[in-house]
């Protein structure tokens, strides 16, 4: 059973920052690409960002420059450091594990930026 699990959501006001993180296990964390999705009210789940397992990124154009993705090998961790948080930016993130035909998705944490 693959577990992702997620932590760091919360509530913050226009232009703060928050820091996402998923944990997994190693053998997943080793071989998969790692990567953030998320998913607004009425909106379809969208791409944030990913990560392989040799550290090549990719990011979607609306976030590119405010948030980095990162991976910690020791710890099986990938995090998501988002700055410059806008209203937009509010959604359920999950995290997702991907390789081949497997696909692998966390519970979802919630992100809200308001002031």
């Known amino acids: 059973q693959v577990q992702l699990v997620e932590s760091g959501g919360g509530l913050v006001q226009p232009g703060g920052s928050l820091r996402l993180s998923c944990a997994t296990s190693?053998?997943?964390?080793?071989?998969?690409?790692m990567g953030w999705y998320r998913q607004a009210p009425g909106k379809e789940r969208e791409l944030v960002a990913t990560?392989?397992?040799?550290?090549?990124?990719n990011y979607a154009d609306s976030v590119k420059g405010r948030f980095t993705i990162s991976r910690d090998n020791a710890k099986n961790t990938m995090y998501l450091q988002m700055n410059s948080l806008k209203p937009e930016d509010t959604a359920v993130y999950y995290c997702?594990?991907?390789?081949?035909?497997?696909?692998?998705w966390g519970q979802g944490t919630q992100v809200t930026v308001s002031s």
């Open positions: 190693r053998i997943i964390f080793s071989i998969y690409t």
């Open positions: 997702n594990a991907a390789k081949y035909s497997s696909n692998y």
């Open positions: 990560i392989t397992s040799a550290d090549g990124t």
